[in-house]
C-alpha cells in the first residue's frame, strides 16, 4: 500500500512537473512575442526619432539658409542707403 501510494504520488508528481513544463514553454513562447514587439516598438520609435531628427536637421538648413539671404538682403540694403 505504502509502495503503491509512493507511485501514485510520483506519477502525480511527474504529471504537476510536466504541467509545469508544458505552462513554462507556453509562457516563453508569448514573453519572446512580447519582447519582439517591444523591440519592434523600439525600432519604430528610433526610426521616428530619426525622421524627426532629420526634419529638424532640414528645417535648421533651411533656417540658416534663410537667414543668410537676409542678412545678405540687409547688408545690401545697409550698402544702398550708405551710397
Do not use: C, I
Request: charged content about 25%; glycine content about 0%; cysteine-free.
Amino acid at each position: 500500500l505504502v509502495e503503491s501510494l509512493t507511485l501514485v504520488d510520483v506519477d502525480a508528481l511527474n504529471d504537476v512537473l510536466a504541467l509545469v513544463e508544458s505552462l513554462t514553454l507556453v509562457d516563453v513562447d508569448p514573453l519572446n512575442d512580447v519582447l519582439a514587439l517591444a523591440e519592434f516598438e523600439r525600432l519604430v520609435l528610433v526610426d521616428s526619432l530619426n525622421d524627426v531628427l532629420v526634419l529638424v536637421e532640414s528645417l535648421t538648413l533651411v533656417d540658416v539658409d534663410a537667414l543668410n539671404d537676409v542678412l545678405a538682403l540687409n547688408e545690401s540694403e545697409r550698402l544702398a542707403l550708405a551710397d
